[in-house]
Nanobody
Framework: QVQLVESGGGLVQAGDSLRLSCVAS????????MGWFRQAPGKERELVAA????????RYVDSVKGRFTISRDNTKNTVYLQMNSLKPEDTAVYYC?????????????????WGQGTQVTVSS
């Protein structure tokens, strides 16, 4: 059974940093694109960042460019989201995701697996 387990969320103040981690189990994702989505109350879920299987290509939603960094460690089956200069509008539940198809691009990232989510709350 595939599981994606997020950690690292919490309550912080504006300007602070958080690092989210996502550990995958049940299969290896070293050859698969992975990404982070978020959903704020009353808003649609949006793709925050995605990373290809090797970690050489990334993409970000415009609102987090320059502040967030996605990375991965394939030896640990883990993907990270470093979030700096957090803003109140970053408040949301953050979901770790992964694609089932190996070696796919991230231009049209549509995940097949989802974690349970971790809450990030940024106070002003």
């Amino acid at each position: 059974q595939v599981q994606l387990v997020e950690s690292g969320g919490g309550l912080v103040q504006a300007g602070d940093s958080l690092r989210l981690s996502c550990v995958a189990s049940g299969r290896t994702f070293s050859g698969n694109a992975m990404g982070w989505f978020r959903q704020a109350p009353g808003k649609e879920r949006e793709l925050v960042a995605a990373i290809n299987w090797s970690g050489t290509t990334t993409r970000y939603v415009d609102s987090v460019k320059g502040r967030f960094t996605i990375s991965r460690d394939n030896t640990k089956n883990t993907v990270y989201l470093q979030m700096n200069s957090l803003k109140p509008e970053d408040t949301a539940v953050y979901y770790c995701t992964a694609r089932a198809q190996a070696y796919s691009g991230i231009n049209f990232y549509t995940p097949d697996y989802w974690g349970q989510g971790t809450q990030v709350t940024v106070s002003s």
